[in-house]
């Protein structure tokens, strides 16, 4: 602001007293009509730059980062409390899972070592391929490839059986592919031929550290890519394995023997330790056609591709040539990545993918106090009995929908922490001698517990994340809420604050995911968990309505960092919608639990909830999140929820018609 000199300053005060009296009096009209329109509070016009407004300006977005969030630094803590978690197992193991961690984790760290160890690792795998000497010989060593985690040819893993929801059975499926879609090897356009071209150097470059000479390696690549090439022609486009119930099969396993001769998958299913009397094998014809490649392809070029795959699979955990060979294509060609992860990040991660639940039991005892877990069930439990309530006195459900509703909801299991059926540790020890040999120990270690998932009565031994990974999600075949240990932190769960903060960000999250026990998604499978709808005609014409209202409280807003994008509220109405419900269940929780808060503890709530969501997007990511997230930006899943609590204005004095509390007739509400 321009100041003025003194003087000028008096003489406008003597023109102000020289002023006529009609002038006067229009100056006061003017005057008292701006009084009786005081500015709304910040809290009114945009809670989620209101509340975050010490975390948005401490956390700018530095230059070539693509995003940062609340949830990102949770989820970066959380990989920070898993190496101070292997450093001490490292230096001071205090039983017998975290001597075999502290071993993998400082094998991984020696890179001298690892440069020493060069290709040993994988030299036994190697010597078993080349013993490879008929047609019959391709399928054990198919087999043993599989029982270290190294799946050649096709894919075999345990998933749930779709007529039989407590239980896994094995899923016999398309793969064993260097490129995960078949499409990059049929493809001709200038694009692919690009990127083929460098796939083929990579190929290359592996079967020369494998032990190919090079005059010969030009046309042993084409031979590998030539077999990979005849599996991708028997395989089916990626579109087409996105529905699972067009990929499940059921097979009784003595009926495999006389079609697969040449894949010899009686004798694959012993060897992986199945028992299990029946499996999923949906794509007979691909199986077959792979049965004929075994049968007609000589067996040197077996011998070619099984190296090709060891050596692609194990090279990120081997010498530097490797490792670099991997990156350039994998990293850069696919990834558009500039450069390899910390070495520190690369061995996490190797340690997650093949002894993750090793790290899981511990991390659980190191990080999740017993009192957080039994409040996080508590608060979980108060919000499912406000759905049931909910779902009782809605008027869009029959009574038949609320009865199947009901009774889902109340075989509905809340697991907090960590799966409650332990694994069997007993492993080869590992030492700290060879990272690529301890890789090998602990992928054979994960694949043989993960088999041991197929067969009847264990459909909940398992989950489908690991304790250590930030994770809070309803599993709708099993009808059970997950939450992770890692996830009870801030700020989702913070045990220091009042319960309100606790019900505000944590319980509306809860609600989030159990109101898909019982809305468009939940519908599709009932209480006995058998895939069979429940609603009826009308109860789903009620249920669009409401998603098209609820589509329309996002739908144009402006999409933040993007000046000519706006939400589309189609795309995220479903996720939405729960929001909306996640909110109304988590403060009906937090009311029955603590009637008649104060102001303060009001507020907490609120504020919690608007502390979950804080981001900073560059362009090209927000662009991405546009085009394809169902997920509103922060800052409108933040508030549009909030606009729709009366509560939420009563709270923080929010007038009907300011930006922060529409209309009481323009709102949603998911339960009556």
């Not at 996490?348 to 639940?357: F, H, K, M, Q, S």
């Not at 509306?508 to 898909?516: D, K």
């Not at 509220?569 to 729960?578: C, L, T």
Request: aromatic share 8%; hydrophobic share 45%; net charge positive.
């Amino acid at each position: 602001m321009i100041r003025r000199p003194l003087v000028c300053a008096l003489a406008l005060c003597l023109i102000a007293g020289l002023a006529t009296p009609d002038a006067d009096a229009q100056r006061r009209k003017r005057s008292s009509g701006k009084a009786r329109t005081p500015a709304v509070a910040p809290a009114c016009t945009d809670f989620h730059a209101f509340a975050n407004a010490d975390w948005l300006k401490a956390n700018t977005l530095l230059p070539g980062a693509d995003s940062i969030s609340a949830l990102e630094q949770l989820a970066e803590r959380a990989r920070q409390q898993q190496v101070d978690l292997l450093n001490a197992a490292m230096q001071a193991p205090q039983n017998d899972v975290q001597k075999l961690l502290g071993d993998f984790w400082a094998s991984g760290l020696d890179e001298a070592a690892v440069e020493r160890d060069g290709a040993r690792p994988i030299a036994p795998l190697l010597s078993r391929i080349d013993a490879i000497k008929r047609a019959k010989d391709v399928a054990p060593a198919v087999a043993a490839l599989h029982q270290v985690g190294i799946p050649v040819l096709f894919n075999f893993g345990a998933d749930l059986d779709l007529q039989e929801l407590d239980r896994h059975i094995g899923y016999f499926s398309q793969g064993g592919l260097g490129l995960v879609d078949p499409a990059w090897y049929t493809r001709t356009d200038a694009d692919t031929r690009a990127v083929m071209t460098r796939y083929d150097a990579y190929v290359r470059k592996i079967l020369a550290l494998t032990g190919s000479k090079p005059e010969r390696l030009a046309a042993e690549a084409r031979q590998v890519l030539d077999l990979e090439t005849r599996i991708a022609r028997a395989s089916k486009p990626l579109p087409e394995l996105r529905d699972p119930r067009r990929n499940y099969a059921r097979v009784a396993v003595k009926d495999l023997a006389k079609p697969y001769r040449n894949l010899q998958l009686v004798e694959f299913l012993k060897a992986q330790g199945v028992k299990d009397d029946t499996v999923s094998l949906a794509d007979a014809a691909h199986f077959a056609q792979l049965d004929k490649l075994v049968g007609s392809i000589k067996p040197e070029q077996w011998k070619l591709y099984l190296r090709w795959r060891v050596g692609d699979a194990m090279a990120p955990y081997l010498a530097k040539a490797f490792r670099e060979a991997s990156f350039d294509f994998r990293g850069r060609v696919l990834q558009g990545l500039q450069a390899p992860p910390p070495r520190a990040r690369q061995v996490l991660d190797a340690i997650n993918l093949a002894a993750g639940p090793m790290l899981g039991r511990e991390y659980v005892a190191r990080y999740l106090p017993t009192a957080t877990r039994e409040r996080a069930e508590t608060v979980a439990r108060q919000v499912r009995e406000q759905l049931l309530a909910a779902v009782a006195r809605d008027p869009r459900f029959g009574e038949a929908a609320k009865a199947e509703a009901r009774a889902k909801l109340a075989k509905l299991a809340i697991e907090i922490g960590a799966p409650r059926r332990d694994l069997d540790y007993s492993v080869q020890p590992m030492g700290r001698g060879s990272f690529g040999g301890n890789m090998l120990i602990a992928s054979t270690w994960r694949h043989r517990e993960e088999m041991r998932r197929i067969g009847r009565g264990n459909a909940g031994r398992r989950w489908n994340v690991l304790p250590q990974e930030p994770s809070l999600a309803y599993d709708l075949a099993h009808n059970r809420l997950i939450v992770t240990a890692a996830m009870l932190q801030p700020p989702v769960f913070d045990a220091a604050r009042e319960p309100a903060a606790q019900y505000g960000a944590f319980g509306a999250l809860v609600g989030h995911e159990l109101s898909h026990a019982v809305d468009a998604r939940g519908r599709l499978v009932n209480a006995k968990g058998d895939a069979a709808p429940w609603w009826t005609p009308a109860e789903i014409a009620a249920w669009e309505a409401l998603a098209a209202r609820v589509a329309g409280q996002y739908e144009g807003r402006p999409y933040p960092g993007l000046s000519s994008v706006r939400v589309s509220g189609a795309k995220v109405r479903e996720m939405g919608a729960a929001d909306f419900a996640g909110l109304e269940l988590a403060w009906a929780a937090f009311t029955a639990a603590q009637p008649n808060p104060p102001q303060a503890a009001r507020q907490a709530f609120f504020r919690a909830w608007a502390g979950l969501w804080p981001q900073q997007l560059s362009a090209e990511t927000a662009a991405q999140r546009a085009a394809s997230s169902v997920y509103p930006p922060g800052v409108w899943r933040t508030n549009v929820p909030l606009m729709q609590q009366p509560a939420f204005g009563e709270a923080f004095g929010c007038k009907p018609g300011t930006p922060m509390q529409p209309n009481p007739t323009q709102a949603v509400r998911l339960w009556p």
